[in-house]
Nanobody, 128 residues
Framework: QVQLVESGGGLVQAGGSLRLSCAAS????????MGWFRQAPGKEREFVAA????????YYTDSVKGRFTISRDNAKNTVTLQMDSLKPEDTAVYLC?????????????????????WGRGTQVTVSS
């Protein structure tokens, strides 16, 4: 059974930091694109960041560039999202996602439909 389990969410003041982790089990995602999305109440799920299989190529939505860093440890089958300089508008449930296809099949990293495995999410709340 394939599982993605997120951890590391919580309540933090504006300007603070959090480090989210996503642990995969049941399958090795070392040769797959993985991403982070977020969903705030009443809003659609939106792309945050993605990382190619080697970890050398990353993508970010404009609003988090320079503040968030995505990384992966293929030996541990984990993906991490380091979030610094957090803002109240970053408040959302953060979800880890994986595309089980070979990496060249992932065309639009920002499209949630490209990903077929999802975690349940971890809540991030940033107070002003």
């Amino acid at each position: 059974q394939v599982q993605l389990v997120e951890s590391g969410g919580g309540l933090v003041q504006a300007g603070g930091s959090l480090r989210l982790s996503c642990a995969a089990s049941g399958v090795t995602f070392s040769n797959n694109v993985m991403g982070w999305f977020r969903q705030a109440p009443g809003k659609e799920r939106e792309f945050v960041a993605a990382i190619r299989e080697t970890g050398r190529i990353t993508y970010y939505t404009d609003s988090v560039k320079g503040r968030f860093t995505i990384s992966r440890d293929n030996a541990k089958n984990t993906v991490t999202l380091q979030m610094d300089s957090l803002k109240p508008e970053d408040t959302a449930v953060y979800l880890c996602a994986a595309d089980s296809r070979p990496p060249d099949f992932t065309v639009n990293y920002r499209n949630r439909l490209e990903y077929d495995y999802w975690g349940r999410g971890t809540q991030v709340t940033v107070s002003s």
